[in-house]
């Protein structure tokens, strides 16, 4: 794809802006992205690292916190690595796999600011399609049960929790396997 500006290199760089649901993309090469990079504080042009990035959304939210008011709490550490949030926040990167449970109050809104969501919803394998297929369908029935007897109309909430019964039966049934 070229330049959206001087219509001649290829692309290299997608800025996307999503304003009330709608979303533009913009395709620039390095060249005519150098020009804006002064625009766009978070991270410099063309020298972009997703560690940068993210390391200048850690210390935003920080901020955003201490002009809040919110006082941060004690130094919090992986109980696995003992990778702490703070070097969490100069690095970008996480120590290992624990680091997402340790850190989970503070990523999540994270993880929402970066994609709109905390939970993953991208591409299932083929063998587990079936399965997360289920579980998606049993946690929408509950949010619909819960609807349904604040509504009191319990006999759709009655047949809304058989379903959901049959299919943790199913569940089961496959895990035994």
């Not at 709608?22 to 997703?50: G, N, R, V, W, Y």
């Not at 993210?54 to 109980?79: F, M, Q, R, T, W």
């Amino acid at each position: 794809m070229l330049c959206q500006i001087c219509k001649k290199k290829e692309a290299a760089i997608t800025f996307t802006k999503v304003v009330g649901g709608q979303k533009t993309e913009i395709h620039l090469c390095k060249d005519c992205a150098s020009i804006f990079s002064d625009k766009f504080s978070i991270f410099p042009l063309p020298q972009f690292d997703i560690n940068d990035l993210l390391a200048g959304l850690l210390n935003a939210i920080d901020l955003y916190h201490k002009e809040e008011g919110v006082i941060p709490g004690k130094k919090i550490e992986c109980s696995n690595c003992h990778l702490t949030y703070d070097e969490f926040k100069q690095s970008g990167k996480l120590g290992c796999s624990v680091c997402y449970r340790d850190f989970r109050e503070q990523l999540t809104p994270l993880l929402r600011r970066l994609h709109g969501n905390s939970e993953h919803v991208g591409k299932i394998p083929r063998q587990s399609k079936s399965k997360l297929n289920k579980i998606r369908k049993i946690k929408q029935l509950r949010k619909e049960l819960q609807e349904l007897v604040l509504q009191e109309e319990y006999e759709k909430a009655a047949k809304t929790r058989d379903e959901i019964l049959k299919l943790e039966g199913v569940l089961k049934k496959k895990n035994a396997k």
